[in-house]
């Protein structure tokens, strides 16, 4: 799932990473532990691998996991994530900012039709994404607000892209950042879908990935 977009601030914030490196050696080695979200693997490893041949000294140690991390306890040096850190002591640089796109396959909305508001979705069978402590509600706004909307759940996982298989095989629709979805759009395995309200995993329109 790799938006051309995010994998340039994906090397841009890793220069980041660099340049606190360089404050402390010359030839900087030692290991730099990393803990990202499973659905950032592919967008981080050009990243990666740019880093690494500027720096073949130092060891990579990634670890991809959405579990909430305690970067003392768990002796992460860096952690990306969709949310920032109640910690103390950690400096949080903003990555992206991006929407959630609302998606199915052409040949599921063919044979079903597509919903045109909030309340059509509770007619459609939904794939769900665990977070690290909930499974994510959806959420409509109207005048009065964010709310949660009333859906169907067909299948929750914690992996973005088996709720992109699934979608891609016709079993329901998935909510999901826009930078998982966007290659399959433009290829033409999943169309998004436009409602009269917005919609989003959390009470606001925007989320963050931040470099913790």
Request: proline share 6%.
């Amino acid at each position: 799932m790799i938006y051309v977009e995010q994998v340039r601030a994906g090397v841009t914030q890793l220069d980041v990473a660099e340049e606190m490196v360089g404050l402390h050696s010359r030839t900087p080695s030692g290991t730099l532990r990393i803990s990202a979200l499973p659905s950032f693997s592919q967008l981080l490893r050009p990243a990666v691998i740019a880093f690494n041949q500027r720096y073949p000294d130092i060891l990579l140690d990634l670890y991809f996991n959405d579990a909430v991390v305690e970067m003392g306890r768990d002796r992460i040096d860096i952690a990306i994530r969709s949310s920032l850190l109640t910690q103390e002591r950690v400096i949080a640089h903003k990555i992206h900012s991006h929407k959630y796109l609302l998606a199915a396959s052409p040949e599921y909305l063919k044979n079903h039709g597509a919903p045109r508001t909030l309340e059509d979705l509770q007619d459609h069978p939904a794939l769900l994404y665990r977070g690290p402590n909930s499974v994510l509600k959806w959420y409509g706004q109207d005048a009065g607000g964010w709310y949660e909307v009333p859906i169907s759940p067909l299948i929750i996982s914690n992996d973005g892209e088996t709720l992109v298989a699934m979608a891609r095989q016709h079993r329901g629709l998935v909510l999901l950042p826009e930078w998982g979805l966007k290659s399959f759009i433009n290829r033409g395995e999943l169309e998004a879908i436009t409602l009269n309200q917005p919609i989003s995993v959390r009470r606001g329109a925007e989320a963050s990935l931040y470099m913790i």
